[in-house]
């Protein structure tokens, strides 16, 4: 790649092994008093930017909750912050699943300004369903369905298979 510096290289290489990418506009109500982006903010990004892919696949997160069958939910997330984001920037959210396992899946996501960095996260969701009881509704932990479940291997690269988790 002529003319490309190595970390450019680098960061497109890194966003086109990527299983999705979502845009994202940087707002007003997204920064801080400092005119930077509020860390937890970046937590929403990548939830928009999962959702997207799910729904690309077909999969709605209300439908999915409706149909009574269950719904995926944050299990586990870690960040690193690399460099700040602020008003009107424009960046690319990527989504990379790590592991399929029979109730969780796990992503690597990362949040772009062209070839920059600028924050890594590792996010697990995993698959609940709701149980009447006598203390109301609850969720509790379940299996991904099979139909959902064959989609998403379908939809990656043949390397990952499920795992246990």
Known sequence: MRGMSPSS???RSALASAHFQHPIR???EDTDAGGIVFYGNYLKFMERARTEWLSSLGFGQE???QSGE???VVADTQMRFVKPSRLDDRLIVTVTVREIGRSSVGFSQDVWRDD???TQGQVRIGWVQRREGADGDELRPGRIPAPIQSVLQAALPAALSVSGG
Do not use: E, H, I
């Open 9 to 11: 290289a680098s960061a």
């Open 26 to 28: 940087v707002y007003w």
């Open 63 to 65: 439908t999915m909750r």
């Open 70 to 72: 269950g719904m995926f």
């Open 116 to 118: 920059t960095l600028l």
